[in-house]
């Protein structure tokens, strides 16, 4: 080889050389910054955190990987991207105690994902939180944060996954959250959080998921929301919402789970709801809400619970609630809901749990009601006449019957006898008859049984003592005869037991 050629080669090599070191420079510069900032929020968490975090310290000068700057990258919950910056932290389930006060929101600027939920960090999120410029995920449920949410939130335009829930947060919601395009799920649920929902809310058309419950919330719910029409679910139970369900939510045509109760909303069901298909879940009791059942619920032909108890609805059940032939949850107790039961039932053939009580509904007790393989029929507090329906035990599932307090008469289902899944028996009040000896059996699963204020007579059997988790047995008012078996005696978890006003000896 000669002089010259020598030399390029010579001079190539070293060309080479410097470039490698100067463009590693930046890299270790950055990588030695991203190293001490976390290792100073490490040493600003509570002791007991350290011991999870044990992978975070320096590697000694003579590791392979020391001069890389990526030991980093092997740190316990620490996720680097493929230019070797820190992208994502996991620290989830972790039991680290602390604060973010020292967290490196500048020194992290590739942070894409952030997930530290249920731990026990606690203070405020601080406003530097705007540095995570990249951030896509974060989630910070299940811990001890309190104070108000940063506005700077709304800055995190790539932002898509933000939970926040379980937490001690207070003041108003953040407006700017309303920036937030890209968001798919925001989870807010039980804080303490005040004030109106933002009709900045309606201009995340991507949300797909939004639980704002169990917190403070009031004011009217912002007719803007009907403008979220990817959303799948939503929670806005358990708050103070006041005013009118707004209309514009039947434009939520992909919403299948819809959760308002336990607010003070009032007004009528806007019948525009019907349009909402795909619901297979709808939860509107405990409000004050008024008028009629609305037919367009019929539409909701994917319905597996519908809920409305604990309002001051109207009228008659709708024919229209038969096309429900998914439902396996109807609920419709305590409102002033008059007239008939439509004869729906034989179509309801899913139905597990029916609750009508406490209305003002009259007439006979539809005969295929017993057809339904029930787990609770509660239809107390009523002014039903006829019979109760017999095969009411048919399934064999039956646990709760309530029928007290209406004008009920003639004998007790035959099938009653022999259901040993039942637990509660409720039907005082009414004009039953019966032999009180030969019309119930044993049931080892039933605590308590109100036979109060009918026509039964016989003698009481011992197999009421064969019920060994009996807690209360109240037959008074009847025309038992004889007397009380000593088995009775022997129920070791009886506590009230009412057999007065009888012709027992």
């Known amino acids: 080889m000669g002089t010259h050629t020598f030399n390029k080669v010579t001079s190539l090599v070293f060309l080479v050389l410097f470039a490698s070191l100067h463009s590693s420079l930046p890299f270790a510069s950055a990588s030695s910054e991203e190293v001490n900032a976390l290792l100073k929020w490490k040493s600003s968490l509570q002791n007991k955190s350290l011991s999870v975090l044990s992978s975070w310290t320096l590697l000694p000068h003579n590791a392979t990987n020391s001069k890389s700057g990526t030991g980093r990258c092997t740190w316990f919950g620490i996720f680097c991207n493929a230019q070797g910056s820190v992208a994502r932290m ?108 933002p009709a900045s809310l309606g201009n995340l058309t991507n949300l797909a998921w939004l639980s704002l419950s169990s917190s403070s919330f009031s004011g009217s719910i912002p007719p803007e929301m009907g403008n979220l029409s990817s959303l799948v679910e939503l929670y806005l139970d358990n708050n103070l919402l006041t005013g009118p369900i707004p209309s514009t939510f039947g434009n939520l045509r992909n919403l299948t789970l819809f959760y308002l109760f336990n607010n003070s909303l009032s007004g009528p069901i806007p019948s525009e709801l019907g349009h909402m298909t795909s619901l297979t879940y709808l939860s509107l009791q405990m409000n004050n809400l008024s008028g009629a059942i609305p037919a367009s619920l019929g539409n909701l032909r994917n319905l597996l619970e519908l809920k409305l108890y604990e309002n001051q609805l109207s009228g008659s059940i709708p024919n229209e609630i038969g096309n429900l032939n998914s439902l396996v949850d109807l609920e419709l107790s305590e409102n002033q809901l008059s007239g008939s039961l439509p004869s729906i039932f034989h179509n309801l053939t899913s139905l597990n749990i029916l609750h009508l009580r406490a209305n003002q509904l ?144």
């Open 90 to 197: 996991n620290l989830s389930v972790s039991g680290i105690s602390g604060t973010l006060d020292e967290f490196p929101f500048t020194s992290l600027p590739d942070l894409t994902h952030v997930d530290f939920c249920i731990n026990n960090l606690s203070g405020v999120i601080p406003p530097q939180i705007s540095y995570l410029s990249k951030l896509v995920y974060l989630d910070f449920s299940t811990n001890q944060f309190f104070g108000t949410i940063p506005p700077e939130i709304g800055l995190l335009q790539y932002l898509e996954i933000l939970h926040l829930a379980e937490n001690h947060f207070n003041g108003s919601f953040p407006q700017e959250i309303g920036q937030l395009k890209s968001l798919r799920e925001l989870d807010m649920y039980t804080n303490n959080l005040e004030g109106p929902i």
């Open 362 to 505: 009259s007439g006979s007790i539809p005969p295929e009601i017993g057809n339904l393989k029930l787990s609770i029929l509660e239809v107390d507090h009523n002014q039903f006449t006829g019979q109760l329906p017999q095969n009411i035990c048919k399934g064999g599932l039956l646990k709760d019957l309530a029928a007290s307090d209406n004008q009920l008469e003639g004998p007790i289902p035959e099938d009653l006898k022999n259901c040993t899944s039942l637990k509660r028996i409720l039907l005082q009040g009414n004009r039953l008859t019966g032999n009180i000896s030969s019309d119930f059996g044993v049931y080892p699963n039933l605590y308590i049984v109100d036979l109060s204020h009918n026509k039964f007579y016989g003698e009481l059997s011992s197999s009421w003592g064969r019920c060994p988790k009996l807690a209360t047995l109240k037959i008074s008012g009847n025309n038992i005869t004889g007397r009380i078996p000593p088995e009775i005696g022997k129920l070791s978890q009886l506590s009230h037991l009412d057999l007065s006003h009888n012709l027992l000896t």
